[in-house]
């Protein structure tokens, strides 16, 4: 099963994230483009938590996740949290993640992709990213890139569609 | 029209029995609330208000975030509010944030609005702690800082603004006390206008009612009247300025011999002609709202081409009575229109005639009638023969390139 991009099944209108600075936007790590471009992060903003809600147009398998940021800024343990709506800073403690990722300073700065627990994200409607702290313990964590792989649970294969033939 | 729930936290502690406000600081307050209820839920049907108390026996929510605007306002003359204690802001801040957060549509934003009346007994750092951890779950916060003027009271408040501002969307108002009462002073503030236009509509009640609106007349009171009366103002301003161009046009039909010189004038007009048709509205407008009435009896009454100068006239006159600069402004852009007009009325017969417009081009100064472009000009002149401004436009274009 090829992994795939997972970023053009993101429903854009619904996506949130929580105590990201206002000039640097969430847009900057998430959108194709922008998140190639490792000028444009997104910035925490009162403290070094993010909590970022994506949703699918689809539902999906999550496979694996890549992010990346800068060697001090960037995020350490980032927590994932699948099919929970409207999540807050208060109640990320209230029910254990999906799944939990430590990045090392190496790797946030490599932005490699990273196998999640794969059998914990089958039927994923949306995920919740929290990011916990950063590498340097600052009071500022910037990401430049957030992107997921992995397969949609419904796809369609071009190449069998059949064009229906006129009478 | 903001989506938006608002936890409005008010003091009730011992401190608001005092009657430097009228009558009373609660009472002042209790005027506020109710006129900011009112607002919310009318800027925006779908907007949710709750109300709680911050002092008495604790901090004690009365109503969770409801479109029930009836509900809300009783809570205010309920019975239950009793007057005493102490205010203890920092967990009637976090139990009004807990409210919001169980708030029935997900989609509204966040708002609380305190009511500060008495002494903050919280340190500067405990209040920013509080300030960032809304400001985190991006709730936005509007405080009201009035009666108790406790030394660093509004250093504290100003410090816990700072914490949550996010884009400007938290405000603080200070409202000493004074011959003002509370909720009028409020009205003018960020805390209701800052909310959508919900809040000066809303007004009607206010004694500021009258000056608002143009007609004098709450749109949200008798919206048949107010439109009733701004469709009158559009059609009497209409009329004018019918009556205005059929005097221009009158007074070129006199003008007919002159095209030459006017088609030149109106290369050069072209370019204030914005400026002139924007000077004659503008001359127009304050005019028509001081005497529409009288104006309009007049337009009625004269409806021939010497009466019509004899408006423009009395247009003037009236000008004249009221500002100098605006009759010198007034006549000038009436010459110009004239003129303007004039031209315009000519082009649209004057140019289908191919062989005179070639003579006229030929004895401009700067323009040769055999160059391409002019020629190419003159074709799709022809062509398209249905607005004279974009014929002035082209013409204009060819002119310059000329030039």
């Not at chain 1, 996506?15 to 992060?41: F, P, T």
């Not at chain 2, 985190?136 to 816990?160: N, Q, R, T, Y």
């Not at chain 2, 603004?161 to 003002?180: M, Y």
Request: hydrophobic share 35%; charged share 25%; proline share 4%.
């Amino acid at each position: 099963m090829n992994q795939v991009d997972l970023v053009d099944f993101i429903d854009w209108s619904g996506v949130e994230c929580l105590n990201q600075n206002s000039a640097h936007s969430i847009a900057n790590a998430l959108k194709q483009g922008y998140r190639e471009d490792d000028g444009l992060n997104v910035e925490s903003d009162a403290d070094e938590q993010l909590l970022v809600y994506i949703p699918f147009l689809q539902v999906v398998k999550l496979h694996s996740l890549a992010v990346k940021g800068p060697e001090e800024e960037g995020p350490k343990t980032v927590k994932l949290y699948s099919n929970r709506e409207h999540m807050g800073f208060s109640n990320v403690n209230d029910f254990p993640p999906s799944d939990t990722v430590e990045f090392s300073a190496e790797n946030i700065q490599a932005g490699k992709p990273v196998v999640l627990k794969y059998v914990k994200f089958q039927n994923v409607r949306s995920v919740t990213i929290f990011i916990e702290d950063n590498q340097s313990g600052g009071d500022v964590t910037k990401v430049q890139k957030i992107a997921f792989f992995g397969t949609t649970v419904e796809t369609t294969d071009m190449k069998g569609l059949k064009k229906i033939e006129d009478h | 029209m903001v989506l938006e729930a608002t936890m409005i936290c008010i003091d009730n502690s011992e401190w608001m029995r005092n009657g430097d406000y009228t009558p009373s600081r609660f009472q002042a307050q209790a005027d506020a609330v109710n006129l900011i209820c009112g607002a919310k839920t009318q800027s925006n049907p779908e907007n949710t208000v709750g109300i709680l108390t911050m002092a008495g026996k604790g901090v004690r929510v009365l109503t969770t975030p409801t479109t029930d605007l009836g509900k809300l306002l009783a809570c205010m003359h309920g019975t239950g509010l009793e007057i005493g204690g102490e205010l203890n802001i920092a967990s009637a801040i976090q139990i009004a944030q807990l409210a919001l957060k169980h708030r029935q549509n997900k989609n509204q934003r966040q708002r609380i609005i305190v009511f500060a009346g008495s002494p903050i007994k919280y340190d500067k750092k405990m209040l920013e702690s509080i300030g960032k951890k809304l400001k985190k779950s991006s709730v936005s916060l509007d405080i009201v800082d009035f009666g108790e003027e406790d030394e660093g009271k509004p250093e504290k408040l100003e410090a816990l603004l700072t914490a949550v501002n996010n884009n400007d969307s938290s405000h603080i108002v200070h409202i000493p006390p004074g011959p003002n009462a509370l909720s009028d002073v409020l009205i003018s503030t960020p805390v209701f206008t800052g909310d959508g236009e919900g809040g000066s509509g809303f007004v009607a009640a206010g004694p500021a009612a009258g000056g608002d609106y143009d007609f004098g007349v709450d749109p949200n009171i008798d919206p048949e009247l107010a439109l009733a009366l701004r469709v009158s103002m559009e059609e009497e301003r209409a009329r004018q300025e019918a009556a205005a161009k059929r005097a221009a046009e009158e007074a070129s039909s006199q003008n007919q011999g002159d095209e030459q010189s006017s088609k030149l004038q109106d290369t050069t007009m072209a370019d204030t002609t914005g400026a002139s048709a924007a000077v004659a509205t503008d001359a127009a407008e304050p005019m028509s709202e001081v005497d529409a009435l009288l104006q309009q009896a007049i337009a009625l009454s004269m409806q021939t081409p010497a009466s019509d100068s004899a408006v423009r006239d009395t247009d003037m006159s009236e000008a004249n009575n009221e500002d100098q600069d605006l009759a010198a402004a007034l006549q000038m852009s009436m010459q110009e229109g004239e003129k303007d007009s004039s031209g315009q009325m000519d082009m649209s017969e004057v140019l289908e005639d191919q062989a005179f417009v070639s003579s006229v081009l030929a004895s401009l100064p700067g323009v040769d009638p055999n160059d391409p472009s002019v020629k190419d000009l003159l074709a799709s002149l022809h062509g398209k023969s249905e607005s004279s401004d974009q014929k002035k436009d082209e013409e204009k274009a060819a002119k310059d390139d000329e030039k």
